[in-house]
């Protein structure tokens, strides 16, 4: 069942919400979608494919927790593992998106914090 | 106010997080070896492998109405030094409304984002030292509205401000509920490694205020007694040995960032500058630990004295009065205190024990904690152990004979096995032998400086092995109290205690040096003597009258004995655990007449007397006696008899018995039946001893025998 079920093309950045309350991942699942990626030049958006697959799950006494894995294009060096606790199945997919959507902002976090960083030298 | 979340990561399986993100081979893990030590068993360890990040969200961490604002706060540590930049907290709603990094060179940085993407930024100028335990707090507040310049934030680290921003636009940046990421969240470098615990999330800097453990009990204690030490390398060294050695609370650590390198300071506005201001604002924002501790500890390089009115003050006698205006001279309500008060009741008093502990080198400052820990683990003094005092009256004292320690005069003489050098009137040397739990300064010379040898005191302090020492920063010292130090010492209070019962005033001289928590095991076997008027029923036990060692064979008591009345002195043995036996083994009789004359003990009266006739019209008198406590020995014994009169005659004795052996119980002594009409008589004794007379035993009658009449001459007529 592998990436057969829900697939989400051409997802943009400002509309992730449409992610919520889908249904919930099925154990092995792997589901595609796409998010925005800012260049570090404003005004550019880049769309980019994250794929992620729903390893396992495990009831605590405390929460229920999915693991993930997601996996992207190349822009991402490795694969990233996600634990979500709590919160409604049904949202994980947004919730994966965020935090994919996050580290392919890096880029244009890190410059912007470093341009800042160069105007504050008084922290070496 | 209120605490909005808190964290303490103890929850298996990320329990107390909404997401758990680690991308490549960089990890956050629960691990015992980042647990805060002082609770819980695990903590957060983030490991950075290249440029991964790692790090754990919890969503929905507050929403900001205009004007409001929140503090995060978190203990910290960082296992090895980072070999760059990492940020490892970010509150974010939209983007970053507000990070914390730690640079490359271990310094904190709190930067906040404004409504125009720029950021704004304060540093703490210390470095984080690798492998301490910091509490951090960020705190953000957003504009009170769209056009008000109002926003603001502040990093604290270790309950002090390490820094501010403010006038910031950031109301829209804020607008929102803003999660928040601990761990290796951005801009991570390889081979970074972060721990972090007890991570609290509340609207004031008072509701984010870190763990600190419930006291043990209701008097002073580690987890009651706030340190000061500069933020230093010195002060934090110093800080670590009282961590470490006292089992001072992390949370109860306040470093100085405005303290000098000066031991005595100018003045006290100086003071409060550099010492009690930082201090205050260190409690105002940690209540729970403001309303437990009733002790401070100056700790080493803290400034200790300053000048007011022209006289050197004390910061030990100030901070006995910290938290009420500073007023020279202020007479302290626990003078001469010999009960222990316990925190609440110090605390109540506006007072606070305080000692301090400097010297003239960290390794020597150090020292007093291992020699207070040395005295501690005794489980009593060493019976060869001296307490040296120049006052006679108080070494004859009862209160003194309590402490079950020899004494000495301290004048013109060495102090060698010394414990207690009380007074030092005569001492031409502080002999480096004994305990030397202390040595007490109470005359003319000025303990004007902990950091160099200067009188007695800084004299035993340093170069003589002692533990503590109180004295005087001013040539005119108000004494020092030696019966309520000692006492309180003798009943478990710690020397902070004993050396504030000590002290006339507060906010005035009195310098106090020394572990505040050192206690002495004064030896507790011995005797205890109680007195009472009349009999054995009539002893007061609950109240001792004199104590003696064990050792002790004879001893010199002053005894308030009622003149002209018989008073009775029982004696208890007390064992080493000083435990009482309920037994009295020896009672004395004092009886003194009208003019206060001791009369000699009373005598016992003999007991099991018998009599009976014997051959050769000797009659046979038999008794038993012995000596009981408190009684004098008899020296001869009287036997009367009635003379078959039926009235004693006790101005005659019949016999008397003169040679007693000293160990005889059983008495038994033959005479003549004496001369009576009668054919029985009565027979009583009593003891006799240099003047004094028994009264009379049992009082036993014996019947004389009659013989036959002889017969009458048969006369008549013999024709």
Known sequence: ?124 | MSLLHYIDNEVPAFGEWDAVVQAGSSTIVQSTDAAFPERGAVGLRTTVVGTDRAYVTRNDVATLSPGEGYHVGFWLRVPVAPPLEMFFIISRIALNDFFIKLSNYGKLRLQLRDDAGSYHSTSYSQAIDTGRWVYVVANIVRASSPTANDGRGELFVDGLSAGSVSGLDNYDTLDGTSYIRIGASSGVSDGFTCDFDEIKIGTSLADVEPFSPEPNGDYVEARRTVVLVPDSSDGREFADYCISELQTPRSLICYLPNASSSESLADYATFQSQVENDLTSFLNGRPVIEARACAFLIGYGTPGFFTSSGKLHSATSRLNHFGTAFSSGTANPFYQTTTRKTASEIRAENLWLATRIDADTLANAKALIDRAATIETLSALPDTDILYSDDADYRASVDCQKLRIATAASGDMLTPNAAFVLGVTGITDLDASGSRVTVVDDGENDTATLRSVSDWVTYGLLAAGYASGAGFANSSPTGFDKTAFCELLRVGATFAEAALAAVEKVDHTSVVAGSPLMTVAFLLAGYNFYLGTGGVEDIDWNNPVAYAKPEDESMELHLPLESGLRNVLGLRKVSSAGVEERNTHVVIHLETDTEDALLPAPLARPFDTSAEIVPDAHIRVGFSYETPAGHSQPAGFEVFSDSGSGILDLQTPIYVVSDVPPSADDVEVTFPIPQTPSNTIRIAVRAIANGQTSSLGKVVSVKIPTSPAVPAFLQGDQS
Do not use: C, W, Y
């Open chain 1, 1 to 124: 069942m592998n990436g057969s079920k829900a697939q989400l093309q051409n997802q943009n950045l400002s509309d992730l919400g449409d992610l919520r309350g889908k249904k919930p991942f099925a154990r092995d699942e792997r589901r595609r979608f796409v998010v925005s990626s800012p260049e570090p030049v404003a005004g550019k958006n880049r769309q980019t494919a994250v794929a992620a697959t729903l390893e396992r799950t495990r009831r605590f006494p405390t929460h229920a927790a999915r693991f993930f894995e997601l996996t992207t294009d190349s822009r991402l060096p490795a694969t990233i593992r996600v634990q979500l606790n709590h919160g409604e199945p049904g949202d994980d997919e947004k919730r994966l998106a965020e935090i994919a959507e996050d580290f392919l902002q890096k880029n244009s976090f890190n410059a912007e914090i470093a341009e800042h960083a160069e105007k504050n030298l008084d922290d070496v």
